[in-house]
Nanobody, 122 residues
């Protein structure tokens, strides 16, 4: 089992910044991928960013590329999502997840945190 905890959400004005953090513990492997997803009310869960296992790189969704960055500490099993130039459309619950596969498909992520709310006001 892998336990995941997100932190750092909150309320921010449009154009502002927030940093989300994810801490994973338990049976997480260095080769596992860690991903960020978000879900707005009435919408499906959406891929945001991910860090591959074994320090093989990161991937950012087109919708946030240039505004969001992701970084992972493989020794500590943590991952941060730095968000800049936030827009009201970025509002949602942000989830951290772990997968044994390198994928952007949420259905292929095995373990999930409870999520942290991000609200961007206009």
């Amino acid at each position: 089992q892998v336990q995941i905890r997100e932190s750092g959400g909150g309320l921010v004005q449009a154009g502002g910044s927030l940093k989300l953090s994810c801490a994973a513990s338990g049976r997480i492997s260095r080769s596992d991928a860690m991903g960020w997803f978000r879900q707005a009310p009435g919408k499906e869960r959406e891929f945001v960013a991910a860090a591959n296992g074994n320090e093989l790189g990161t991937y950012i969704a087109d919708s946030v590329r240039g505004r969001f960055t992701v970084s992972r500490d493989y020794a500590k099993n943590t991952m941060d999502l730095q968000m800049h130039s936030l827009k009201p459309d970025d509002t949602g619950v942000y989830y951290c997840a772990v997968s044994s596969l390198w994928t952007v498909d949420p259905d292929n992520y095995d373990y999930w945190g409870q999520g942290t709310q991000v609200t961007v006001s206009s």
